[in-house]
């Protein structure tokens, strides 16, 4: 786990829209492929009388070709990494946010534990656990939403990796067009060479 930095796998039409808008941008999940998930969060918003219950995800370990896979697959996907201190003092400005560790249980643990509704939102099943997330959400009782914008100075991205299924004759294309975005010209843009390493190549083939 890295303290310093958060990431989020999404993809390259969502990157544009989060550098040309400057927000971060927190949906409803209720379509979230992991229904158990989905279910706690629902009952949350339920048990709470919320208008809306928002969320959005981040995870503090290292490229992982999991997160690729699952989160940001196909040519189109991007990795965002983020200076942890800096994301989480910009969305901690907003009202009604609330930013935490997701704790993962066995059915064994959670058979014996007495669940409290304030932590339905951050619980998820052990075999998840790899994905070591820090979650955020936003509640509000008033406001019908299914959507929410928060504002995201450019000072909180550190890089940008882009997929490693993007073909490399892509990659400067897709880098000058990212870069022309107001105030990113300087940001860093890497593509991802974690299944495609010539150095890892190379090094098996000097194997004796």
């Known amino acids: 786990m890295s303290e310093a930095v958060l990431r989020r796998y999404t993809d390259l039409p969502a990157l544009i829209y989060m550098l040309n808008e400057r927000t971060l941008t927190l949906l409803d999940p209720k379509s979230w492929d992991d229904q158990n998930d989905a279910y706690y969060l629902a009952l949350y918003k339920e048990r709470k009388s919320l208008k809306s219950l928002l969320a959005l995800c981040f995870t503090q370990s290292s490229e992982t070709y999991h997160h690729w896979r699952v989160f940001a697959s196909g040519s189109g996907g991007v990795c965002v990494r983020f200076v942890r201190s800096n994301l989480l003092s910009a ?103 974690l299944i495609g390493n010539m150095e890892w190549q190379r090094l098996g083939d000097a194997a004796a």
């Open 91 to 193: 969305v901690k400005r907003h009202p009604g946010i609330r930013t935490r560790n997701v704790t993962y249980l066995t059915l064994s643990e959670i058979r014996n534990r007495q669940l409290k509704t304030r932590d339905l939102p951050f619980l998820k099943r052990f075999a998840f656990e790899h994905e070591e997330e820090l979650r955020l959400i936003y509640e509000s009782e008033s406001e019908r939403c299914a959507k929410l914008d928060i504002p995201l100075p450019l000072n909180c991205i550190d890089r940008v990796t882009l997929s490693p299924w993007m073909h490399p004759s892509l990659a400067p294309h897709v880098k000058k067009t990212i870069h022309a975005i107001k105030g990113c010209s300087a940001l860093e843009i890497v593509r991802s060479t």
